[in-house]
């Protein structure tokens, strides 16, 4: 199975704050590779899909880069809604793997 | 609007069993790949099973091997879990989850139901 290592687990930030969120694969799985956003008691949403292609109605201060086994999530300007916890996945192959969260609290 | 609605769960005893059903609206549900994912209580995420739009194609994470069953119901627009043999270790929230075919032979998943918690506890 694939890992999927997300640093950091948490972090602190303030409203405006550039936020970078890094996920790592155990073995390459070119772009494919997703980020969700969860608020406590919700589903997850989707954000981005293919490692950098914004899901429709997601807001542009959101961007994801990266491909093979190193990837990125960027927050460009923190906003109050933005506190969550960001989860990556890798669909190159099966059983799909998780990564295991990166909390964004309030400093 | 793409809906997809989580029913079924509850509180049963380890060794018991119980179906999940998914109900969904707003897209052809035959033409989409469906997933389910479950999350333990304070925990991540953790994939359980995938079923393609004609169930040809149907995959198990290895914790549920041989006591969950995925299965779908394309004319009433709903996707099932069977889950038999349930620990205490299956106890969390279970969503569905949409593939967005936007790639072959699995893709990324666009749309997820609100989740429905299963708790299995003596």
């Known amino acids: 199975d694939i890992q999927m290592t997300q640093s950091p687990s948490s972090l602190s930030a303030s409203v405006g704050d550039r936020v970078t969120i890094t996920c790592r694969a155990s073995?390459?799985?070119?772009?494919?590779l997703a980020w969700f956003q969860q608020r406590p008691g919700k589903a997850p949403k989707s954000l981005i899909y293919?490692?950098?292609s914004l899901q429709s109605g997601v807001p542009s201060r959101f961007s994801g880069s990266g491909s093979g086994t190193d990837f990125t999530l960027t927050i460009s300007s923190l906003q109050p809604e933005d506190f969550a916890t960001y989860f990556c996945?890798?669909?190159?192959?099966?059983?799909?793997?998780f990564g295991g969260g990166s909390k964004v609290e309030i400093k | 609007e793409v809906q997809l609605v989580e029913s079924g769960g509850g509180l049963v005893k380890p060794g018991e069993s119980l179906r999940l059903s998914c109900t969904v609206s707003g897209f052809i549900f035959s033409s989409y790949r469906m997933n389910w994912v479950r999350q333990a209580p304070g925990k991540g995420l953790e994939w359980v099973s995938f079923?393609?739009?004609?169930?040809?194609?149907?995959y198990y994470a290895e914790s549920v091997k041989g006591r969950f069953t995925i299965s779908r119901d394309n004319a009433k627009n709903s996707l099932y879990l069977q889950m038999s043999g349930l620990r205490v270790e299956d106890t969390g929230v279970y969503y569905c989850a949409r593939d967005s075919f936007r790639r072959n032979p699995w893709s990324d998943f666009d749309y997820w139901g609100q989740g429905i918690l299963v708790t299995v506890s003596s």
């Open positions: 293919a490692a950098s």
């Open positions: 073995q390459g799985i070119s772009n494919y």
């Open positions: 996945q890798q669909y190159s192959n099966y059983p799909f793997t």
């Open positions: 079923i393609s739009g004609r169930s040809n194609d149907i």
